[in-house]
């Protein structure tokens, strides 16, 4: 081994033990400035300074409660308006952020002042920023849990557990056990094909993940509320804007948050092949119900509030329309739940798709004997006395054939509201009709048959016993 290898060997472990002390005085110097915050804090309280210190922090503080208060109840004041910071992000968001970011804001000018100046110790201030931006932290996440998800105890308890996820991240800040804790986790590494991860990037990957998907559907919340309310657009429109929006923005906020955690998204195209050939064999049937149901939503051939039959059995209201199945509330009040592949691809009776007025016959059968002016006066009477019946179109009475016992009349009728039920108004008029003809002497025939017995009756006497 020659001297120049020799030397350059040298200068390699020299410059690494160097670099190994340089980080271990950087650990050793952060730990004893957030540890120092402590010691700072206490030999402060000594100073007759920190009266002033401690007085200007509760200044800030009611400073910021009450413009807080006065900006939320303008804000109230316009909350009709368009323009409303309370109408886009909702009331929630501005009540809970406002007070610790215009106190965080506040204690920042204030502490700037203060060492700029040279008024007095500030480490009751460095105490209380880490703080007042935990508190934005926590009361901000779980304002967006608690709005994009359904209420639940499993979203109590995880609003629970993002609250001490905060405050322990937040201790271990300030303890200085949160270097040492990254560090140790970024040892533990491996390869995930040409993709090297450690411990700490799967968990940096998975909070920005999390909290960017609730973002996303935080915002799909509030884009869906708005759509809701616009009365101009249709409801079967504004149900598949909805959903649109929400997958749109989980898929991008999803591969933003890969994007930024530093992971190649490019190596998910194994998976979506994988994903692809599912959907073709096993997931067949689910793609074809959520294609289907997009179909629907977009050509409003059924909407919420259609009366719809599906089969004989099966004749009732839409009362609800998502991407894989549509329920119709029968006439019985029991719920059917039908995958959207069906409708599509079966004939399907919409009774009120472009017209919700549906007409119905009532026929009745009279003896021949009966004056049929009057008969037919009584039905229509009966028909036009009910409350839902229309009047135009003017229900009608039609004699319609000359039968084996009676004459044949129905009676035609509309309804504009199929939705509150059929059967009612059918008996009700029925029984209408029944009362008048039986109060006007009107007989409504059953049929009679005449049996004829040729060559006598059989003889009855019994054989002579031998």
């Known amino acids: 081994m ?54 200007a922090l509760l200044l800030c503080l009611l400073l910021a409660w009450g413009l807080s208060r006065y900006w939320l109840r303008q804000e109230y004041a316009r909350a ?73 105890s499993l979203l109590a308890t995880s609003e629970r557990l993002i609250a001490t996820c905060i405050w322990i991240g937040l201790a271990l800040h300030l303890t200085g056990l949160s270097t040492p804790l990254i560090e140790m986790l970024q040892q533990v590494s491996f390869n995930v094909g040409k993709q090297h991860l450690d411990l700490w990037t799967m ?45 749109v923005l989980s898929v991008i906020a999803l591969l933003l948050s890969l994007s930024i955690v530093g992971i190649d998204i490019t190596a998910l195209s194994v998976f979506s092949g994988a994903l692809a050939v599912g959907l073709g064999f096993g997931l067949q049937k689910i793609a074809s119900n959520y294609v289907s149901g997009f179909i629907i939503l977009l050509d ?98 039609l004699l319609m054939a000359f039968a084996d016992s009676g004459i044949n009349l129905d009676l035609c009728y509309w309804i504009a509201d199929p939705e509150n039920g059929t059967g009612s108004i059918r008996s009700a008029i029925n029984l209408a009709v029944w009362r008048a003809f039986r109060e006007h002497g009107i007989q409504i025939p059953f049929p009679q048959r005449e049996v004829r017995l040729l060559g006598g009756l059989p003889s009855t006497v019994a054989p002579p016993v031998d």
Request: hydrophobic share 50%.
């Open 2 to 55: 020659n001297a120049t290898t020799v030397n350059a060997a040298a200068a390699t472990a020299a410059g690494a033990a160097t670099n190994a002390s340089a980080t271990i005085k950087e650990n050793i110097n952060q730990k004893e400035s957030f540890a120092s915050l402590f010691v700072d804090l206490w030999r402060d309280f000594q100073d007759p300074g920190f009266l002033w210190q401690l007085l």
């Open 80 to 152: 009709s308006a368009d323009h409303g910071l309370l109408r886009a992000f909702g009331t929630g968001s501005l009540k809970r952020l406002a007070f610790p970011l215009l106190s965080l804001l506040l204690i920042l000018i204030v502490r700037k002042i203060f060492r700029y100046w040279d008024l007095g110790p500030v480490s009751l201030m460095d105490l209380a920023v880490p703080l007042l931006l935990s508190m934005a932290l926590v009361r901000t996440a779980i304002y967006v849990v608690h709005h994009a998800f359904a209420p639940s």
């Open 203 to 247: 968990l940096t990957g998975l909070v920005t993940v999390v909290v960017t998907v609730l973002v996303a559907l935080w915002v799909s919340g509030i884009i869906e509320t708005r759509l809701a309310a616009r009365e101009s657009i249709d409801a079967s429109m504004r149900v598949v804007l909805s959903r649109l929006v929400k997958a």
């Open 300 to 397: 409003r051939s059924i909407r919420i509030g259609n009366v719809v039959a599906v089969d004989p059995l099966t004749t009732g209201v839409v009362t609800q329309i998502t991407a894989r199945y549509t329920v119709v509330r029968t006439l019985t009040g029991t719920e059917v739940i039908i995958p959207n592949e069906y409708l599509v691809s079966n004939i399907v009776r919409n009774e009120s798709f472009t017209d919700s007025r549906v007409r119905f016959v009532l026929t009745v059968q009279v003896a021949y004997g009966t004056d049929l002016d009057i008969a037919m006066r009584l039905m229509g009477e009966a028909a036009r006395a009910h409350k839902r019946v229309l009047s135009e179109p003017e229900p009608q009475v």
